[in-house]
């Protein structure tokens, strides 16, 4: 069996441990980080280059399509010849003239005087009723002559045959390949007025003005975030045993009763108790065994002589390498070495 003194010395052993293994833990991390932004601002710059390479294409193709010179014109076809005119309809015949009437007869002339002296002028006599003029009845109109047929429509004339295209164009010199963008140099946010594509930072996180603006970076859609700072991850703390008047933090660790507890939140209260988590507890006796069979008991021998007191474990001895801690004993001998990633990998388990 082992006494309480060793299993409080494997529960330290075993917090120094897993302190040790976060630490290794949290350099492997910031090493990946690294080599992520790394990876991240080279890709960006291949993505750039492609981009350009793009628009020159673009450009090239555009100025073969707008420098090209037009082709000549063909030359008109010959016209179709015109098709017969139509035959006339025959016209109707007038209808007849209407008689004139007879005239009037003329009045009797007067008598003519004696001759000798020539007398006074008599009056003049009245004159003759005039003949009244009788006009004759007007004749009836001639029938219309009938319509004649129309005459047949003409053959269309043939198209003209359509002039052959002109040769195409050369196409235009490209022009001069364009800088190359580069991000613009990033500067500490102050209050004033920022431009469309300016590069802040501010609260650990960069940002990049979408528009001409004077607003505050993070609350505002005038900026867009490029990067955001990370917050550090929180490792376990060992403690040691649990004491009731001392403060305990989320993910603090402590022993009780043969166990090991782990702290749910800040202020996890009394131990156990719903704040803490048990990470790992003592092992129960098993079973006892059966007796043996029965033989013939032998003479109960001498007492035999007082024997020297056992060593006990004064300290130990980590090798980080195998994951094993090597006892010290109070005589100076090393005590069966104790594996521990088995331990380890339970933990890990049952912490997932």
């Given at each position: 069996?082992?006494?309480?003194?060793?299993?409080?010395?494997?529960?330290?052993a075993?917090?120094?441990?897993?302190?040790?293994?976060?630490?290794?833990?949290?350099?492997?991390?910031?090493v990946?980080?690294?080599?992520?932004?790394?990876?991240?601002?080279?890709?960006?710059?291949?993505?750039?280059?492609?981009?350009?390479?793009?628009?020159?294409?673009?450009?090239?193709?555009?100025?073969?399509?707008?420098?090209?010179?037009?082709?000549?014109?063909?030359?008109?076809?010959?016209?179709?010849?015109?098709?017969?005119?139509?035959?006339?309809?025959?016209?109707?015949?007038?209808?007849?003239?209407?008689?004139?009437?007879?005239?009037?007869?003329?009045?009797?002339?007067?008598?003519?005087?004696?001759?000798?002296?020539?007398?006074e002028?008599?009056?003049?006599?009245?004159?003759?009723?005039?003949?009244?003029?009788?006009?004759?009845?007007?004749?009836?109109?001639?029938?219309?002559?009938?319509?004649?047929?129309?005459?047949?429509?003409?053959?269309?004339?043939?198209?003209?045959?359509?002039?052959?295209?002109?040769?195409?164009?050369?196409?235009?010199?490209?022009?001069?390949?364009?800088?190359?963008?580069?991000?613009?140099?990033?500067?500490?946010?102050?209050?004033?007025?920022?431009?469309?594509g300016?590069?802040?930072?501010?609260?650990?996180?960069?940002?990049?003005?979408?528009?001409?603006t004077?607003?505050?970076?993070?609350?505002?859609?005038?900026?867009?975030?490029?990067?955001?700072?990370g917050?550090?991850?929180?490792?376990?703390?060992?403690?040691?045993?649990?004491?009731?008047?001392?403060?305990?933090?989320?993910?603090?660790?402590?022993?009780?009763?043969?166990?090991?507890?782990?702290?749910?939140?800040?202020?996890?209260?009394?131990?156990p108790g719903?704040?803490?988590?048990?990470?790992a507890?003592?092992?129960?006796?098993?079973?006892?065994?059966?007796?043996?069979?029965?033989?013939e008991?032998?003479?109960?021998?001498?007492?035999?002589?007082?024997?020297?007191?056992a060593?006990?474990?004064?300290?130990?001895?980590?090798?980080?390498?195998?994951?094993t801690?090597?006892?010290i004993?109070?005589?100076?001998?090393?005590?069966?070495?104790?594996?521990?990633?088995?331990?380890?990998?339970?933990?890990?388990?049952?912490?997932?």
């Amino acid at each position: 069996m082992i006494d309480a003194a060793t299993h409080e010395a494997l529960r330290s052993a075993l917090g120094y441990v897993i302190s040790q293994q976060r630490k290794q833990w949290d350099q492997q991390r910031e090493v990946i980080e690294a080599q992520s932004r790394a990876v991240i601002a080279e890709l960006q710059a291949k993505v750039g280059a492609l981009e350009a390479k793009v628009n020159q294409s673009i450009g090239e193709k555009l100025a073969a399509i707008r420098n090209g010179e037009p082709g000549a014109r063909g030359l008109p076809g010959e016209p179709g010849p015109q098709g017969p005119a139509g035959v006339a309809g025959a016209r109707g015949e007038p209808g007849q003239v209407g008689s004139v009437g007879p005239t009037g007869a003329p009045g009797a002339p007067g008598l003519q005087g004696l001759s000798g002296e020539r007398g006074e002028r008599g009056p003049q006599g009245d004159p003759g009723a005039p003949g009244l003029p009788i006009k004759g009845d007007r004749g009836e109109r001639g029938e219309r002559g009938e319509r004649g047929e129309r005459g047949l429509p003409g053959e269309i004339g043939k198209a003209g045959e359509r002039g052959e295209p002109g040769t195409r164009g050369l196409p235009g010199e490209p022009g001069e390949r364009g800088p190359m963008g580069l991000l613009p140099i990033v500067e500490v946010w102050e209050a004033g007025v920022h431009y469309s594509g300016e590069v802040v930072t501010r609260d650990g996180a960069t940002y990049q003005a979408t528009r001409d603006t004077a607003e505050l970076p993070g609350d505002s859609k005038d900026w867009i975030c490029l990067v955001r700072a990370g917050i550090d991850g929180r490792s376990p703390v060992v403690r040691g045993l649990f004491k009731e008047h001392e403060t305990y933090e989320y993910l603090h660790m402590v022993a009780l009763g043969g166990g090991t507890f782990i702290a749910k939140a800040d202020n996890p209260g009394k131990c156990p108790g719903p704040g803490w988590q048990l990470v790992a507890s003592q092992g129960k006796a098993g079973p006892k065994g059966e007796r043996g069979l029965a033989g013939e008991r032998g003479e109960r021998g001498e007492r035999g002589l007082a024997g020297t007191a056992a060593p006990t474990i004064i300290d130990w001895e980590v090798d980080r390498a195998s994951f094993t801690a090597v006892p010290i004993m109070s005589d100076g001998r090393a005590g069966k070495a104790l594996p521990l990633r088995p331990l380890f990998e339970q933990f890990q388990i049952e912490a997932r």
